[in-house]
């Protein structure tokens, strides 16, 4: 058990005018030692909060006074202060068993906790969960969460989990439902083991035991170089197109029976498929964009509407492992060097940017499953200087090649053969404050980067840039 050590304090706020500074370790909050950044909150929106305070060795009592509900303004190291409840499944799919050696401990962590799958979208398979989980849940509401399925057929769940609990683990799910919990599905489908038949009878399943489900987001096997696991391999193309026929064919059963489609497969699956998306409205307001449903068609919205709110992504599941807490638990003010040097944090990255020259030629960097994407888009703007530069994953091999995994080391030996001069566009999903995963950051590339929002707006923005 840690305690939260404030490593931000916004000027102005209650916190910085009763005295607290970046650094500080806070022990107890009215008596009680949070557990996490959820409990802080709530324990910190009260209009007088009691502190105890360890700083320089020496303990500090005092108390924060402001107004019913005003934020705290502080922003605290993690998202968790005691043990990340670790999972206990081994999936043979889990890419935490297909990391490469050498990268940094904490990637390796492999978690099913439900606090991170509200902070953060981890999705959780509930086989550590408890009734004591499930009365905070219902109590703090804390809604939505994340729930791998897999499998509802419970011999085949727990196959795939390598796991018997993972066989009843979904009466937790029940319960959520039960409570009017917000929660959202997924199942990443193996060839061989839940696709097919396997998958069709887990959809029906869905309908008949899990109707109140907000979504079941269908996504693919990633199987990395480092796999070991006889059983995982790619899909096919006719198994890919099985698997999107599948979800077509129930998407229009939920409609009719309840009025949504509940069901979509992940843009990895079309391209796999080699079908074209499905229309814009047919994902009903993106609601699991992260993902990778519908990432295709919101970006080509944004790109062609830059006015029009980003939908915007993050950086995936390995956000919450080094980062901060997640939106909407970090005080107003975040990311200030000065803050992050006195709390002894790393700074933030700032990535090395060419001033954009006119008529520099512009390479737009992407993952080798985001090339067909950009591809159509950037043909539409009025220039013949622009190009896509595919940036295939040597570093995760395999089929690894969505955007959010790009690492330094890949993009060095590309960009190594491009030439100098050149604009080079880089989305920032693949960078977690201002690292790549393999811990190289922006400013070690051979050629400097513009590292811009992932959406098609900041995309068009800076194709047009220094025309």
């Known amino acids: 058990m840690s305690s939260p050590r404030v490593v931000a304090v916004e000027p102005g706020s209650p916190a910085a005018r009763a005295g607290l500074r970046a650094g500080d370790e806070i022990r107890a909050i009215d008596g009680e030692v949070p557990r996490d950044v959820i409990r802080w909150q709530l324990l910190t929106d009260e209009p007088e909060v009691r502190l105890s305070i360890d700083r320089d060795e020496e303990r500090i009592e005092t108390v924060v006074h402001k107004n019913d509900g005003e934020p705290l303004g502080v922003e605290v190291h993690a998202a968790v202060f005691d043990k990340v409840q670790t999972c206990d499944n081994h999936c043979e799919f889990c890419f935490i068993h297909q990391l490469p050696k050498g990268m940094r401990r904490s990637l390796y962590l492999k978690d099913d906790d439900y606090r991170l799958s509200f902070l953060y979208g981890n999705f959780t398979t509930l086989t550590r969960f408890t009734e004591l989980d499930l009365e905070r849940v219902i109590t703090e509401r804390l809604s939505p969460l994340h729930v791998s399925i897999h499998a509802t057929d419970p011999e085949i769940r727990a196959d795939i989990l390598h796991n018997r609990r993972g066989a009843v683990s979904l009466r937790w799910l029940r319960a959520l439902l039960d409570a009017d919990i917000e929660v959202h599905g997924q199942v990443v489908v193996c060839p061989g083991l839940n696709d097919a038949d396997v998958l069709d009878d887990t959809l029906a399943g869905v309908l008949e035991r899990f109707p109140e489900l907000s979504t079941v987001c269908i996504v693919p096997l990633g199987v990395s170089q480092f796999n070991t696991a006889e059983r995982m391999r790619p899909h096919t193309l006719d198994e890919a197109v099985r698997v999107v026929e599948i979800v077509e064919e129930w998407q229009e059963t939920f409609l009719a029976a309840l009025g949504r489609r509940i069901v979509f497969a992940a843009d990895e699956y079309y391209l796999l498929a080699e079908r074209p998306f499905p229309p814009a409205e047919v994902y009903e307001d993106f609601p699991m964009h992260e993902d990778g449903i519908g990432m295709a068609r919101t970006l080509e919205a944004e790109f062609h509407d830059p006015t029009a709110e980003p939908v915007g992504t993050q950086a995936g599941f390995f956000a919450w492992v080094d980062g901060a807490p997640a939106e909407g638990y970090r005080a107003p003010r975040i990311d200030s060097p000065a803050l992050a040097v006195a709390a002894g944090e790393p700074v933030p990255a700032s990535p090395v940017v060419l001033k954009p020259r006119k008529s520099a030629p512009v390479g737009v960097l992407t993952g080798t ?99």
């Open 369 to 467: 499953l985001g090339a067909p994407i950009l591809a159509p888009l950037v043909a539409e703007i009025d220039r013949d200087d622009v190009r896509v530069i595919p940036v295939p994953n040597d570093y995760f091999g395999g089929n690894i090649g969505v955007s959010g995994l790009m690492v330094g080391e890949d993009l060095a030996r590309v960009l190594a053969g491009e030439p100098e001069g050149h604009r080079y566009v880089l989305p920032d999903v693949c960078l977690s404050r201002g690292v790549f995963l393999d811990g190289t950051r922006p400013e070690d590339l051979p050629r400097p980067v513009e590292v811009i929002p992932t959406d098609g707006a900041a995309l068009r923005r800076a194709l047009e840039a220094g025309r």
